[in-house]
């Protein structure tokens, strides 16, 4: 049994890393986001516990689950409180994520690629836990318009685009078609898995 052939997908807020992760879903390769890892993080009981310690209960919503869009008000205003929301996700992610690859290795058919979408990969210094890097961008224009989220300041404090992407692998500048990415997505695959 050998492990899945690792990459990350990293970029910039409204680059295009969800739809670049879910075309390598459709050409083959075993994928999860780093998002949907954190939303089940959050449901965990020790999580919840650690979050409401140090936020209060108004990051708690009436169906008794944490309230992400209240954890984002706290912690985007507050240097402090988002360091410390990451210091507790980001090892729990990364260990996730690992065991999740791991489990895939172990499968009697593994996939010969999986793909993690990472937005905060080189900020969290989690790099070297993959084999490849793919970097998402576009036009500051055109990521302002796909996000519903303000990118200027949350972006601030993230490592420059341009470091990223002499960092990368691969590099995809994602202002045009899906299907352009979709053929993008499909050389990186036939070039991993030749």
């Given at each position: 049994m050998t492990s899945p052939l690792a990459v990350a997908i990293t970029g910039g807020i409204g680059a295009g890393k969800s739809e670049t992760l879910a075309s390598f879903a459709r050409h083959g390769a075993a994928?999860?986001?780093?998002?949907?890892?954190?939303?089940?993080?959050?449901?965990?009981?020790?999580?919840?516990?650690?979050?409401?310690?140090?936020?209060?209960?108004?990051?708690?919503?009436?169906?008794?689950?944490?309230?992400r869009g209240a954890i984002a008000s706290v912690v985007f205003t507050d240097p402090e409180s988002l360091a410390f929301l990451e210091s507790l996700l980001h090892p729990l992610v990364s260990a996730e994520y690992l065991r999740w690859r791991k489990a895939l290795g172990d499968l009697e058919n593994a996939p010969r690629v999986c793909v993690t979408e990472v937005p905060l990969l080189y900020e969290a210094g989690s790099e070297e836990n993959f084999d490849k890097v793919v970097v998402i961008t576009a036009p500051a224009d055109v990521r302002r318009e796909r996000s519903q989220v303000a990118t200027d300041e949350r972006e601030q404090r993230l490592l420059p685009e341009e470091?990223?992407?002499?960092?990368?692998?691969?590099?995809?500048e994602n202002a045009g078609s899906l299907q352009e990415l979709d053929r993008f997505v499909a050389s990186v695959m036939e070039e991993l898995t030749r």
């Open positions: 994928v999860v986001s780093s998002d949907q890892i954190v939303h089940e993080l959050l449901r965990q009981d020790a999580v919840k516990d650690a979050i409401v310690a140090r936020f209060g209960h108004g990051v708690v919503g009436p169906d008794g689950f944490l309230d470091e990223k992407v002499a960092r990368a692998d691969y590099v995809f």
